[in-house]
């Protein structure tokens, strides 16, 4: 009796085993609003996660829990920062402080040395750095480095984006002492072949389209969700907070770099918590039909040609077991 009592609360109890990570830019009233919180927007962010339970977490505690295999923490959110922006420091920083909340800043080592922008200077990162603050990779120069330049080798390129990441990672460590290996892909661009890059170079690789994080993730294409502009909407972010990943354990036709338009996103993955029959996905407000090839793979395609840029494809399916709780993946695309 008391055994069947004990599982019963195992059950009640089970972990999510999932995290959510958050990109921001500006803390600010006056920056562009696509990439902007406003102050009491991001105080009401962290004020919802402390008062809903959620345990903000460093990304090196999450990255260690995905590596050795560990659970996540439960509820676990992370936060970031990308491009290193002042205001991260005089506006930001004293309010995570007074939270007690943890977080990264992805920062471009030469946009800094060379003051292009509002950044940080080095001696703020340092202060932010002594504080706990963790300080990762963003790439030197914040180059798109998805694919060759025109008229430029695979060879020449992919030796350009190792130098890119390596002198930048060098600078941080320069300057702070940290080097995680952690990059932050600029615009969230990535492609197949630089993933095997930044995977042979020891790194992990950070994009910018939207989804959970979970057990299976692919540690060279981590989601994070945007927390800024018309994404500031506690509303619509709080849903976020109880989103899951599919448990993907195969990408066959996912490269961000499109081979063909529309292209076709090809994913094998473990179907257990999710019937396959209420999978949905969606190019825009495209409604798409996904095709299971057999039981544990799909297919889908949009219908019109993607326009030139970035685009997404996004698929999502109610959990059977986490009431609330939706699988969601997001497939950047690069036309
Ligand atoms: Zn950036």
Known sequence: ????????????QRPVNAAVMLIYHHVAEDTPRVSSVTPSEFREHLSYLRDNNFQVIGLDVLIDQLKTGN???????????DDSYENNFTTAHPILQEFGYPYTIFISPGAIDQRIGPVLSWAQIKQMSDDGVLVANHAMWHEHMARPEQGESEAAWLERMQQSILQAEQRIKEETGQSHKWLAYPYGEFSDALENLVSEL???????????????TK????????????YADLKDLRQKFRTLAFPITEYLAANQVISS????LRLALKVEDFRPEQLRCFAGSEVLEPVWLNATTFEVKAIKPLNRGRSRYNCTAP??????????YSQPWLN
Not at 202 to 216: E, R
Not at 219 to 230: D, F, H, K, N, S
Not at 261 to 264: A, L, M, R
Request: aromatic content about 14%.
């Open 71 to 81: 659970p996540i923490a439960d509820n676990a959110v992370v936060i970031t920062f």
């Open 1 to 12: 009796m008391r055994i069947v009592f004990l599982l019963l609360i195992l059950l009640w």
């Open 219 to 230: 540690l060279t294409r981590i989601p994070r969700y945007p927390a800024a502009g018309q």
């Open 202 to 216: 020891g790194f992990i690789g950070i994009g910018q389209q939207s989804g959970a994080i979970g057990p299976l």
């Open 261 to 264: 338009n529309p292209p076709v």
């Open 319 to 328: 959990s059977i077991s986490k009431r609330g709780y939706f699988y969601w």
